[in-house]
């Protein structure tokens, strides 16, 4: 779980798009959401190549950054390039993949090169 149950509530600003927020435990997503930072989500949102996302895998409350390619397979990446083997892939054949928003940003960052 690369996420902290929230044991408290965070506050989100009343002016921001997001409904809830999430603080990190790991450094998967750094250097944007190091260990530690506050990560806000927004509910219902549509995701597109490249958004960051909150998703429900194999058990697991996960940060990650959403692709999906031409055969419908979903790519989970992480941002910290050094921990790529946590990178997910997740055929169109097992499902469609539990989404619970996307993080609220101006502009995703550029999706890591093959």
Excluded: K, W
Aim: proline content about 8%; aromatic content about 8%.
């Amino acid at each position: 779980m690369n996420v902290i149950p929230e044991r408290e509530h965070i506050a989100v600003a009343e002016d921001s798009a997001a409904d809830f927020a999430l603080v990190m435990a790991d450094d998967a997503m750094a250097p944007l959401f190091p260990r530690g930072s506050s990560v806000q989500i927004q509910r219902r949102a549509v995701l597109r190549d490249g958004d960051l996302g909150l998703f429900f895998v194999d058990g697991r409350v996960l940060l990650r950054q959403y692709c999906e390619d031409y055969s419908g397979a979903v790519y989970l990446f992480v941002l910290n390039r050094r921990l790529s083997r946590l990178d997910m892939r997740i055929p169109r054949s097992q499902g469609p993949v539990c989404c619970f928003g996307r993080v609220t940003l101006d502009s995703p960052p550029p999706l890591p090169e093959a």
